[in-house]
C-alpha cells in the first residue's frame, strides 16, 4: 500500500528541494571561480594580406608566412635524366618456332630454361600435311626418273632415224621440267625434315643456339590450320639470354643525350644500389601520340643472366644543362598551357612570374626563361599563395567594375 502524504506538506517538500538545488548550484559556481586562473588578454588577429601592384604583400610575423617555404634558384649544370625504360628479348638472337604444318604433338623434347643448339628438334609432330608434302616429293622423284628414261629411249630412238628431232627436243623439255620439280619437291620437305621417306614425322627445330624461354605446347595437343600461320602465337621462343634490349620512352628535350652509341645506366628495383651499364642503338623516327614520348632502343650485357626480360627499370642518362636555372618541381605551377612561380621580391612580398620550361623531373625542374640564379622561389604551398592572389585580384575587379 502507497503511504498517503498530505498535499500541505508535500507542496512544502518541494519547496525545500528546489531550495537546496539552488544553494549547490551556487556553491558550485563559488567553488569554479575560487580554482579558475584569470584569462588571458586575447592576442590581435594579424592583418589580412593585401594585393598591390601586382604583388601579394602578407603584414610582418603574419601565421601564414611559417608555411610558405622559399628556396634560391641556383645555375644549372650537368643533371642526370631519370626515364621509365623496359626490358626486352633481342630480337637480333631470338627466333619464334612456328609449325609449318598442322598435326598432333607426339613428343616434346626441349623445356623452359633449357639450352638447345642449332638444329635440335624442340617437339615431334605427327602431321598428315607433312606427310602429304613428303608424298608429293616422292611422286616428283618418280615422275623425274621416268621422263630421263624417256629422254634416253628418245635419243636412242632419233640416233636410229626413227622419230624426229621435235620429239626428242619435247623429251628434254619434259625431263628438264621434271628434275625441277623434283628439286622444288624435295627442298621444300627438306627444309622441315626429312625427304627420303614417307613418315609424317614433322620436327620442329630452331635455326640458332640459344635458350628456351616460353613454350606454348603440351604432349597430345592438337594443331588446327587455323592455328598456324604468322598470326598464331609461337609454339617455342629461343633467345640467347647474354644480351638484352631496353626500350625507353624519352622526350623530345632528352634525345640529344640519346644518340646511337651513347651510354646509360640502368636502375632495377630487383637489385637495389647496383647500376648496370648499356648503350644507345637506335632512335625511332617518329613520336608517340598517345604518350608523346619517342621509342629509344638500347644494349645491355647480361652474362650472368640476373636481368630478365619485361623488368620494368629506370634508365639514367647524363644530360648537359648548363642554359637555365634550377628549382625544386613543386615551385612551378600549371595554368592552362603556361608554368609559373611565385618569388619573395622581399621579405613578406610575393609575385607570381611566368617561366619557360628547359626540363621537367620529379624531384628538379630546369628554368630556361623568366626566373634568373638567385632569385627566391616559393617551394611549399605555392598553388595555395595562387589561390589567395586570384581571390584578392578577383575582388579587386568587383570593386573596380562596382565604382565604375
Same mark, same amino acid.
Given at each position: ?205 630452331? &635455326?640458332? *643456339? =640459344? /635458350?628456351?624461354?616460353? !613454350?606454348?605446347?603440351?604432349? #597430345?595437343? $592438337? ?121 619573395? &621580391?622581399? *621579405? =613578406? /612580398?610575393?609575385?607570381? !612570374?611566368?617561366?619557360?620550361? #628547359?626540363? $621537367? ?44
Amino acid at each position: 500500500m502507497v503511504p498517503f502524504i498530505p498535499t500541505g506538506l508535500l507542496a512544502g517538500h518541494k519547496t525545500a528541494v528546489r531550495g537546496l538545488l539552488a544553494l549547490a548550484l551556487c556553491a558550485t559556481a563559488l567553488l569554479q571561480g575560487c580554482h579558475k586562473a584569470p584569462t588571458e588578454a586575447a592576442a590581435p588577429e594579424a592583418a589580412p594580406p593585401v594585393l598591390q601592384s601586382g604583388r601579394l604583400r602578407f603584414a610582418p610575423g603574419h601565421p601564414q608566412l611559417a608555411l610558405l617555404t622559399v628556396a634560391r634558384a641556383t645555375h644549372a649544370q650537368d643533371l642526370v635524366v631519370e626515364l621509365p625504360a623496359k626490358l626486352v628479348w633481342n630480337e637480333e638472337r631470338t627466333q619464334r618456332v612456328f609449325p609449318p604444318f598442322a598435326g598432333r604433338v607426339v613428343a616434346i623434347r626441349a623445356d623452359l630454361g633449357q639450352s638447345v643448339k642449332a638444329g635440335a628438334p624442340l617437339a615431334l609432330l605427327a602431321s598428315p600435311d607433312f606427310g602429304q608434302a613428303q608424298a608429293d616429293t616422292a611422286k616428283a622423284h618418280a615422275g623425274q626418273q621416268l621422263a630421263q628414261q624417256a629422254l634416253t629411249r628418245q635419243r636412242e630412238l632419233f640416233e636410229a632415224g626413227i622419230v624426229a628431232r621435235k620429239d626428242l627436243e619435247q623429251a628434254e623439255a619434259d625431263a628438264a621440267s621434271a628434275r625441277a620439280e623434283s628439286a622444288r619437291a624435295a627442298a621444300r620437305t627438306r627444309l622441315y625434315g626429312s625427304a627420303d621417306a614417307v613418315n609424317q614425322q614433322l620436327a620442329i627445330t630452331s &635455326s640458332i *643456339a =640459344g /635458350v628456351v624461354v616460353e !613454350r606454348r605446347l603440351n604432349p #597430345g595437343q $592438337e594443331l588446327r590450320p587455323d592455328q598456324v600461320g604468322p598470326d598464331a602465337p609461337a609454339l617455342f621462343v629461343v633467345t640467347d639470354p647474354g644480351t638484352l634490349w631496353v626500350q625507353i620512352d624519352a622526350r623530345e628535350s632528352d634525345l640529344t643525350s640519346l644518340r646511337p652509341g651513347a651510354g646509360f645506366s640502368l636502375q632495377v628495383p630487383a637489385y637495389p644500389g647496383e647500376s648496370f651499364i648499356g648503350r644507345v642503338m637506335a632512335t625511332a623516327d617518329a613520336i608517340d601520340p598517345s604518350t608523346r614520348t619517342i621509342k629509344v632502343r638500347g644494349l645491355v650485357p647480361n652474362a650472368d643472366r640476373r636481368l630478365k626480360a619485361e623488368m620494368l627499370v629506370t634508365a639514367r642518362i647524363s644530360e648537359n644543362r648548363s642554359s637555365g636555372v634550377v628549382v625544386p618541381a613543386s615551385a612551378v605551377l600549371l595554368n592552362g598551357t603556361r608554368h609559373s612561380v611565385f618569388i619573395e &621580391s622581399e *621579405a =613578406g /612580398v610575393f609575385e607570381p !612570374r611566368t617561366v619557360t620550361l #628547359g626540363h $621537367e623531373g620529379p624531384r628538379e625542374v630546369i628554368i630556361t626563361g623568366g626566373l634568373t640564379a638567385g632569385e627566391k622561389v616559393v617551394t611549399q604551398n605555392a598553388l595555395l599563395l595562387a589561390r589567395q592572389f586570384q581571390s584578392l585580384a578577383e575582388e579587386a575587379g568587383a570593386k573596380k567594375e562596382t565604382r565604375q
